[in-house]
T-cell receptor
Framework: AQSVTQLGSHVSVSEGALVLLRCNYS??????LFWYVQYPNQGLQLLLK??????LVKGINGFEAEFKKSETSFHLTKPSAHMSDAAEYFC????????????FGAGTILRVKS | DAMVIQNPRYQVTQFGKPVTLSCSQT?????MYWYQQKSSQAPKLLFH???????NEADTPDNFQSRRPNTSFCFLDIRSPGLGDAAMYLC?????????????FGPGTRLTVL
């Protein structure tokens, strides 16, 4: 079974600073990988996804992630944090008979300080 | 705007009293999913429908059932809610069932069991 590990349940950055949220995956086959964001009391919104095309994936709101097979990582970055980025972020890998089952990591809460 | 709608947003039920959560979509997607997200945990897939084909996860308790009477609507029935079933329940849809198909999430229903 596939699995995802997110390092750091809480990350705090200053406004304007680099955001780095870490995700490592375990997969026996080339994975599809996703980052979702969840604001309080809301559903999940897709930020970006890796589907075995370009290893550097650009998403919405200025986020991007790089797939590194040698490190089994898919870390999420944003050059300059904004207050509105404060939310919980989930990394996920797909598995299942059709490949549409999302297995989520435990999540990382991002706090942005003014 | 095309979207995924969940009603109600907040649901309170009593221990052992059956409860039904509702999800509707205007995206005309073939696949609908139900996820359970307990406090401070990652979302966990309960089951999904590909059109009328029901796909249950192996570890989903029998207490949880689902119905999809038509393309637009999907219901989650909890036959005898226990205190451990208190959670956010997220509905999602995707056009097809492949890993590459983005899942679009509703805002969730927060279930409280007294």
């Amino acid at each position: 079974a596939q699995s995802v590990t997110q390092l750091g349940s809480h990350v705090s950055v200053s406004e304007g600073a680099l955001v780095l949220l870490r995700c490592n995956y375990s997969s026996s086959v080339p994975p599809y990988l996703f980052w979702y964001v969840q604001y309080p009391n809301q559903g999940l919104q897709l930020l970006l996804k890796y589907t075995s095309a370009a290893t550097l994936v650009k998403g919405i709101n200025g986020f991007e992630a790089e797939f590194k097979k040698s490190e089994t990582s898919f870390h999420l970055t944003k050059p300059s944090a904004h207050m509105s980025d404060a939310a919980e972020y989930f990394c996920a890998v797909s598995e299942g008979r059709y490949g549409n089952k999302l297995v989520f990591g435990a999540g990382t809460i991002l706090r942005v300080k003014s | 705007d095309a979207m995924v709608i969940q009603n109600p947003r907040y649901q309170v039920t009593q221990f052992g009293k059956p409860v039904t959560l509702s999800c509707s979509q205007t995206l005309n997607h073939n696949v609908m999913y139900w996820y359970q997200q307990k406090s401070s945990q990652a979302p966990k897939l309960l089951f999904h429908y590909y059109d009328k084909d029901f796909n249950n996860e192996a570890d989903t308790p029998d207490n949880f059932q689902s119905r999809r009477p038509n393309t637009s609507f999907c219901f989650l029935d909890i036959r005898s809610p226990g205190l451990g079933d208190a959670a956010m329940y997220l509905c999602a849809t995707s056009r097809e069932a492949g890993a590459i198909d983005t899942q679009y999430f509703g805002p969730g229903t927060r279930l409280t069991v007294l």
